[in-house]
């Protein structure tokens, strides 16, 4: 039985309670230690034994894929949400929810970024050109900007977060809000074209590509 069958089972009230508090030690622990951390340190914060962990996740790198799973259902989650803003300020709103996401998870995002389901991350991309389209038809993001600008800001302030870190946590906002000043500007990005749908996929990882 594979790591994914396990998963799509139905879980008894027990099995679900001790999963959730896998999953929430496995972010924690990975906060802390990034993805080199144990199997049996993860259990022993979750409060299960090590077997219980073994039999939902039969090795770590399933564990992994399923936080990464997760994570990208929240962003999305965040980008429907972000939709709602009808004045057109939907976009900036999940760029914020983007930087925060990254910042609590910061130390081992971009290795989550790379066990990211390709179908997960095609259906967020899906929801943050909507939300370029509807910025730029209030006229809050120049009709030039694409995906790949976005993405490259997401890369941005990841950079800025792992280099900051607690020295200075919110350093990422101001990045943000100076890049987005930018892209309201039509022409700003000069002659240089954005990063094609492949060439992001690819950027992604092999799952996404």
């Not at 077997?51 to 799973?69: H, M, Q, S, W």
């Not at 790379?114 to 259906?123: N, Y």
Request: with cysteine; aromatic share 4%.
């Amino acid at each position: 039985m594979t790591a994914h069958d396990a998963q799509q089972r139905p879980m008894r009230r027990d099995a679900v309670r001790n999963h959730q508090l896998v999953i929430a030690a496995a972010r924690e622990v990975l906060r802390e230690y990034g993805t080199d951390a144990s199997m049996e340190l993860i259990a022993s914060r979750a409060g299960v034994g090590i077997g219980t962990l073994y039999r939902r996740f039969p090795n770590k790198e399933a564990l992994v894929d399923e936080i990464a799973r997760q994570m990208l259902v929240e962003l999305a989650g965040d980008a429907r949400r972000a939709l709602t803003h009808a004045d057109g300020t939907g976009l900036e709103v999940f760029v914020h929810a983007m930087g925060h996401w990254i910042s609590e998870h910061r130390g081992y995002a971009s290795r989550l970024v790379g066990r990211a389901d390709a179908d997960c991350m095609a259906h967020l991309r899906s929801l943050i050109g909507e939300l370029i389209a509807q910025a730029q038809q209030h006229g809050r993001l120049a009709p030039d900007v694409a995906l790949g600008d976005i993405m490259a800001l997401a890369w941005g302030m990841r950079g800025v977060i792992e280099t900051t870190g607690p020295v200075a946590p919110d350093a990422w906002r101001r990045f943000a809000d100076i890049y987005l000043a930018g892209l309201r500007v039509p022409g700003a990005a000069g002659p240089h074209p954005s990063l094609t749908a492949e060439q992001l996929a690819r950027v992604s990882g092999k799952k996404a590509a």
